[in-house]
């Protein structure tokens, strides 16, 4: 167990209550990851209903109302998740099977055609190097078209299939919207089986790990720029809850389409500085990740701001400070956050 | 992960004297692949020991990770790193692929030349026997800034002869760049060529790779070599779109998690073609796992040329060497690393890759600062007296 609590007492007021159709936005640059931080919000919204062995001092603050998760990575792999989760004494695999939380595989299938092959070979901490010799393994049967075919099984079916092909595989076929289209139905039946199985006053967090990638990698020559990825989000938010985002935030992302005059930026400049910015004004909250500007330090990871996004609403019940605090997160993945100045 | 293996890792990785006697049993099947000591999942040697020591306390690459070397200007130190990676590989008899370029690179190998402890014994013998007379009243001082991360033994520690650590599985062996390496697994290296298509280039590279991971046996160790990737002497115009490349780090990255403990590769990238502030770099530089990035100074090749025998134990850095994601540590946040933020500067000689702390050396006649710059400030008198 680390030794610090899981969620810092600072943070909790972000991580938990996010109001209804309300859209969060994590920016993070290249040595400032934003993995922690979706941890910390898997963690604020799963671990009231299923961790007895939570430090009592969260239960006063955060869960009044259970919540359920669609989790859609399009970097990391589910193993990744899993065992950051667990250190933070959160069982993903558990919560899945009661259908606590979903966790949608943007990595593993996206660009990859002949990939049905890959759920043949054992994922994860089975497929040890120690393991004595094992037998070729022997490609499945075809089975069918796969983009279809991840709409029509049923969660039994697939829960049949093993550890890593538990969760639905997302996939990039053709061009343009109809391409986007089609994993935005494969993500939308997720979050309809979610809500299915949902009471009246349990809430769905939506979280999107870097859907930036799904830009970067297509682009204008495929036919998506950042008004599709846009619309393509709000389509998504439209049923959940809640949304959280997290996106890169790196200078060359987003200053060369500002600062390059003569023109010589790329399209894969100047669409994700209008996504990114354009998601800014959308969201209700900008968590904004970054290194020290003053140089590396060892006991500081980075920087985190929180700020009102252009979508913030005055009038609403919820307030929202903004600040400034800096993170650290350590060898045994505990996490402290304080203000600058103190430690 | 059982408390027993993470035990030996440990020791393995920090203190090689004791390694010597805990590593007569092997420890994995699989000969170059050692837990690591931080957290005890399955590293492999980049063939560069300073290089290993460099990675965010796993001593090794940790697998299925990628790591990106970018290289400025014109000069080649990446591309002897990834030989040394590449011929850490045959001599492991792990199965490397080749992605890009002709048959005669894989020829082009560094040859053997013993472990990298071996190395490291000879190292310091030779430094006992030739040393200057002016620098051994340091010599009890030791080393300055030895080693990276301490994992240097003092010299007077060694006693065994080079000869006898051929008899333990070793993680880390030691090539010497002026010869070939001869070894029987070179030839198993697959040469995956470029084939001109209208579609994306990198498609048949991936259906390459995936086949061959897919028909080897499970204990086979694969590592992915692509020297200068979209230097345009290799690569067609097209494959530098977006599209291409980033959707195929894309898939390699889902490749690696397929095979999380089966894979690792590394690629190197000319930075003076496609600079860090470009998008494109930096979203590929979002999907590896590691990056480094290599500054050569400039004319580094005529100050190596002048200096002598009498600078070769302290060689001047051919440049300087950033860090700008490790494997592991960035991904869960990162920070926390003793090595992060530290100004390396790099050294290839014709034995090693070195990576070393930077310093500015002391001005030259200004003896002062040279004697306040040795650890421990002045040495005795009985030291000073010839």
Same mark, same amino acid.
């Given at each position: 167990?680390?030794?610090?609590?899981?969620?810092?007492?600072?943070?909790?007021?972000?991580?938990?209550?996010?109001?209804?159709?309300?859209?969060?936005?994590?920016?993070?640059?290249?040595?400032?990851?934003?993995?922690?931080?979706?941890?910390?919000?898997?963690?604020?919204?799963?671990?009231?209903?299923?961790?007895?062995?939570?430090?009592?001092?969260?239960?006063?603050?955060?869960?009044?109302?259970?919540?359920?998760?669609?989790?859609?990575?399009?970097?990391?792999?589910?193993?990744?998740?899993?065992?950051?989760?667990?250190?933070?004494?959160?069982?993903?695999?558990?919560?899945?099977?009661?259908?606590?939380?979903?966790?949608?595989?943007?990595?593993?299938?996206?660009?990859?055609?002949?990939?049905?092959?890959?759920?043949?070979?054992?994922?994860?901490?089975?497929?040890?190097?120690?393991?004595?010799?094992?037998?070729?393994?022997?490609?499945?049967?075809?089975?069918?078209?796969?983009?279809?075919?991840?709409?029509?099984?049923?969660?039994?079916?697939?829960?049949?299939?093993?550890?890593?092909?538990?969760?639905?595989?997302?996939?990039?076929?053709?061009?343009?919207?109809?391409?986007?289209?089609?994993?935005?139905?494969?993500?939308?039946?997720?979050?309809?089986?979610?809500?299915?199985?949902?009471?009246?006053?349990?809430?769905?967090?939506?979280?999107?790990?870097?859907?930036?990638?799904?830009?970067?990698?297509?682009?204008?020559?495929?036919?998506?720029?950042?008004?599709?990825?846009?619309?393509?989000?709000?389509?998504?938010?439209?049923?959940?809850?809640?949304?959280?985002?997290?996106?890169?935030?790196?200078?060359?992302?987003?200053?060369?389409?500002?600062?390059?005059?003569?023109?010589?930026?790329?399209?894969?400049?100047?669409?994700?500085?209008?996504?990114?910015?354009?998601?800014?004004?959308?969201?209700?909250?900008?968590?904004?990740?970054?290194?020290?500007?003053?140089?590396?330090?060892?006991?500081?990871?980075?920087?985190?701001?929180?700020?009102?996004?252009?979508?913030?609403?005055?009038?609403?019940?919820?307030?929202?400070?903004?600040?400034?605090?800096?993170?650290?997160?350590?060898?045994?993945?505990?996490?402290?956050?304080?203000?600058?100045?103190?430690? | 992960?059982?408390?027993?293996?993470?035990?030996?890792?440990?020791?393995?990785?920090?203190?090689?004297?004791?390694?010597?006697?805990?590593?007569?049993?092997?420890? =994995?099947?699989?000969? /170059?692949?050692?837990? +690591?000591? *931080?957290?005890?999942?399955?590293? @492999?040697?980049? !063939?560069?020991? &300073?290089?290993?020591?460099?990675?965010?306390?796993?001593?090794?690459?940790?697998?299925?990770?990628?790591?990106?070397?970018?290289?400025?200007?014109?000069?080649?130190?990446?591309?002897?790193?990834?030989?040394?990676?590449?011929?850490?590989?045959?001599?492991?008899?792990?199965?490397?692929?080749?992605?890009?370029?002709?048959?005669?690179?894989?020829?082009?190998?560094?040859?053997?030349?013993?472990?990298?402890?071996?190395?490291?014994?000879?190292?310091?013998?030779?430094?006992?026997?030739?040393?200057?007379?002016?620098?051994?009243?340091?010599?009890?001082?030791? =080393?300055?800034?030895? /080693?990276?991360?301490? +994992?240097? *033994?003092?010299?007077?520690?060694? @006693?065994?002869? !080079?000869?006898? &650590?051929?008899?333990?599985?070793?993680?880390?062996?030691?090539?010497?760049?002026?010869?070939?390496?001869?070894?029987?697994?070179?030839?198993?290296?697959?040469?995956?060529?470029?084939?001109?298509?209208?579609?994306?280039?990198?498609?048949?590279?991936?259906?390459?790779?995936?086949?061959?991971?897919?028909?080897?046996?499970?204990?086979?160790?694969?590592?992915?070599?692509?020297?200068?990737?979209?230097?345009?002497?290799?690569?067609?115009?097209?494959?530098?779109?977006?599209?291409?490349?980033?959707?195929?780090?894309?898939?390699?990255?889902?490749?690696?998690?397929?095979?999380?403990?089966?894979?690792?590769?590394?690629?190197?990238?000319?930075?003076?073609?496609?600079?860090?502030?470009?998008?494109?770099?930096?979203?590929?530089?979002?999907?590896?796992?590691?990056?480094?990035?290599?500054?050569?100074?400039?004319?580094?090749?005529?100050?190596?040329?002048?200096?002598?025998?009498?600078?070769?134990?302290?060689?001047?850095?051919?440049?300087?060497?950033?860090?700008?994601?490790?494997?592991?540590?960035?991904?869960?946040?990162?920070?926390?690393?003793?090595?992060?933020?530290?100004?390396?500067?790099?050294?290839?000689?014709?034995?090693?890759?070195?990576?070393?702390?930077?310093?500015?050396?002391?001005?030259?006649?200004?003896?002062?600062?040279?004697?306040?710059?040795?650890?421990?400030?002045?040495?005795?008198?009985?030291?000073?007296?010839?």
């Amino acid at each position: 167990m680390p030794s610090q609590p899981p969620l810092p007492p600072l943070l909790t007021p972000y991580l938990s209550d996010l109001p209804e159709s309300s859209l969060t936005v994590i920016s993070s640059v290249l040595g400032a990851t934003s993995n922690w931080l979706v941890l910390r919000y898997l963690h604020a919204s799963l671990s009231n209903t299923a961790n007895s062995n939570t430090s009592p001092e969260n239960n006063g603050s955060i869960g009044r109302t259970s919540r359920k998760v669609v989790l859609v990575s399009f970097m990391r792999s589910w193993d990744f998740w899993k065992t950051e989760a667990k250190r933070l004494g959160l069982d993903l695999a558990r919560l899945r099977d009661k259908r606590q939380f979903v966790f949608v595989d943007g990595l593993s299938e996206l660009f990859t055609p002949s990939a049905s092959a890959f759920s043949t070979v054992p994922v994860g901490s089975a497929n040890h190097a120690t393991l004595p010799l094992r037998n070729r393994p022997t490609p499945v049967p075809g089975r069918g078209p796969p983009a279809a075919g991840s709409l029509d099984r049923s969660a039994q079916d697939r829960r049949v299939q093993g550890d890593a092909s538990n969760s639905v595989r997302l996939h990039f076929r053709g061009r343009g919207t109809a391409a986007l289209d089609a994993i935005e139905k494969d993500i939308i039946s997720e979050l309809h089986r979610q809500r299915a199985s949902s009471d009246e006053n349990e809430e769905l967090l939506l979280i999107i790990d870097q859907l930036d990638l799904l830009l970067a990698a297509t682009g204008p020559g495929l036919g998506i720029g950042a008004t599709e990825m846009a619309d393509w989000v709000m389509g998504l938010q439209q049923h959940a809850h809640a949304t959280v985002l997290t996106i890169a935030a790196d200078s060359p992302l987003i200053h060369n389409a500002a600062t390059n005059v003569h023109g010589d930026c790329t399209p894969i400049e100047t669409e994700h500085a209008a996504l990114a910015l354009g998601l800014a004004h959308r969201a209700r909250t900008v968590m904004q990740l970054r290194m020290l500007e003053t140089g590396a330090a060892r006991d500081v990871s980075g920087v985190l701001r929180i700020s009102r996004g252009g979508g913030w609403n005055a009038e609403a019940k919820h307030s929202l400070d903004e600040k400034e605090l800096l993170y650290y997160i350590q060898r045994d993945g505990g996490l402290r956050v304080f203000g600058r100045g103190e430690s | 992960m059982s408390f027993r293996k993470r035990n030996v890792g440990l020791s393995t990785g920090a203190d090689r004297s004791a390694a010597v006697s805990s590593q007569s049993a092997p420890i =994995e099947s699989s000969p /170059g692949i050692r837990p +690591s000591p *931080d957290d005890g999942r399955p590293t @492999t040697s980049t !063939g560069a020991p &300073s290089l290993d020591n460099l990675l965010a306390g796993h001593a090794g690459l940790p697998m299925g990770k990628t790591i990106l070397i970018e290289e400025n200007g014109t000069t080649d130190f990446a591309g002897a790193l990834l030989r040394y990676y590449a011929a850490e590989g045959v001599v492991q008899e792990q199965k490397i692929h080749v992605v890009g370029v002709p048959e005669q690179w894989g020829r082009s190998l560094p040859g053997l030349i013993g472990t990298a402890e071996s190395l490291e014994e000879k190292r310091s013998d030779r430094r006992k026997d030739e040393k200057m007379k002016i620098a051994w009243r340091y010599e009890r001082l030791g =080393e300055f800034g030895a /080693g990276v991360a301490g +994992s240097r *033994d003092p010299p007077s520690q060694i @006693t065994a002869a !080079g000869g006898e &650590s051929e008899a333990k599985p070793a993680f880390c062996h030691a090539f010497d760049l002026t010869k070939r390496l001869t070894h029987a697994g070179i030839s198993n290296m697959s040469f995956i060529p470029l084939v001109p298509s209208k579609d994306s280039p990198f498609a048949a590279i991936l259906k390459e790779l995936q086949g061959a991971l897919l028909s080897s046996p499970a204990n086979t160790i694969h590592r992915i070599v692509m020297p200068t990737l979209l230097n345009p002497t290799l690569y067609p115009p097209s494959a530098s779109q977006p599209e291409h490349v980033l959707q195929f780090f894309h898939s390699l990255k889902a490749l690696m998690s397929a095979y999380p403990t089966r894979v690792t590769a590394m690629i190197t990238i000319p930075l003076s073609l496609f600079p860090r502030s470009s998008g494109l770099i930096r979203w590929i530089e979002l999907l590896c796992d590691g990056i480094i990035e290599l500054c050569p100074f400039p004319h580094s090749a005529d100050t190596v040329a002048t200096s002598g025998a009498a600078t070769s134990v302290e060689e001047p850095p051919q440049g300087m060497l950033k860090t700008h994601k490790l494997p592991v540590l960035h991904e869960r946040g990162g920070g926390s690393d003793q090595n992060v933020g530290q100004d390396w500067a790099f050294t290839l000689s014709r034995r090693r890759f070195e990576i070393k702390p930077f310093s500015l050396p002391p001005a030259e006649g200004d003896t002062e600062a040279q004697d306040a710059a040795t650890p421990g400030g002045m040495p005795k008198k009985s030291d000073l007296e010839f």
